[in-house]
């Protein structure tokens, strides 16, 4: 109020002090009234993907594409609850939420870049799956290390350079409200400006469509075939194509769906209740990726074998 009195006369002046200042409140007070906010929640994030992970990098026999994609993958979930959570702690912690603008459009930055680079790798994964079982002659051939080290190298590489350009088309834009609603810095950032970008408008959408549905029906083409071909096939052949496809679609519906939400939250003028939108933002940075390791480390045979030599050694005896 202070600044905004001391400059009436001079809007543009004002504007540039408050940039200055950099101070975007968030508006975070229903993180007072859960608990779910424990940091043995992400100490046991930590744990279970890095298990999983340091499993997959010490046993040479799981080094082949489709574990690859899966450490990967949960070295994806890692970075993003990494990345987003120690802020969460020290909001949930202080007597302010208080982030500034810079920060801001750098947690949105992660937070779509991870997201998206998740999209990719489940796609990769898929187009594995799809090689191995339908073309199984020509596997070898085509996923070859160079080609996974393609696939990881465009998973993050690539995404960041998209999403890059979003923050900074939105950097110097003007703000009119200061008060951000929810826990994290997503999509809704874009209400807090006075006008909003018809570029960035055209350009999220058109990210959007790259990073969401289009790997999303890449997916469902992929398992489709695999369907088919597996239909015609053995039982023996139908159990190992269930067995290694199916933890994949149940990890792809859950981050489609929560990043459906997402997308609906920034475009829909609605207000979503505080428990409801506390909840679907736990389940991003949180439970998904926890989810993950527990799909992977449960449906997956040879993954769940050295799961249980490392933590049940007395039964393999």
């Known amino acids: 109020n202070k600044l905004f009195t001391e400059n009436f006369d001079d ?49 040479k026999a799981l080094h082949e594409p489709m574990y690859i994609f899966i450490a990967a993958l949960l070295i994806n979930s890692l970075l993003y609850s990494t990345a987003i959570y120690p802020k969460l702690l ?39 799956r799809y090689v191995s079982i339908c073309k199984p002659l020509q596997y070898p051939t085509i996923m070859r290390k160079t080609t996974v080290k393609m696939f990881l190298i465009l998973a993050w590489i690539l995404n960041a350079c998209q999403m890059s350009v979003g923050p900074l088309l939105i950097a110097n834009e003007k703000l009119c409200f200061f008060v951000l609603k929810g826990i994290i810095c997503n999509s809704t950032i874009q209400k807090l400006h006075c006008v909003i970008s018809t570029v960035q408008n055209i350009y999220s959408l058109i990210l959007f469509v790259i990073a969401v549905p289009l790997p999303v029906l890449f ?46 939250l920034s475009r829909l003028e609605t207000n979503v209740p505080k428990t409801v ?25 040879e993954i769940y074998k050295h799961l249980k030599k490392l933590f049940r050694p007395d039964k393999l005896n």
């Open 11 to 59: 809007h543009h002046h004002a504007f540039r002090v408050l940039r200055s200042a950099e101070r975007c409140l968030l508006k975070m007070s229903e993180l007072k009234f859960h608990k779910p906010f424990d940091i043995q929640t992400y100490i046991l994030i930590i744990f279970s993907n890095s298990t999983i992970v340091g499993i997959i990098v010490i046993n």
């Open 90 to 128: 020290i909001d949930f912690l202080s007597e302010k939420q208080i982030i500034s603008y810079s920060a801001c459009l750098f947690q949105w930055f992660i937070y779509y870049t991870l997201g998206s680079s998740e999209f990719f790798l489940l796609s990769a994964m898929s187009y594995d």
């Open 219 to 264: 997916i469902l083409f992929t398992y489709t075939r695999i369907l088919i071909i597996t239909y015609r096939s053995s039982r023996e052949v139908r159990r190992k194509a269930a067995q290694t496809c199916l933890p994949h679609l149940l990890v792809l519906i859950n981050f489609s769906c929560l990043s459906a939400y997402d997308v609906l």
């Open 277 to 301: 939108r506390l909840i679907m933002s736990l389940q991003i940075i949180l439970y998904h990726p926890l989810f993950n390791p527990i799909i992977y480390g449960l449906k997956m045979k």
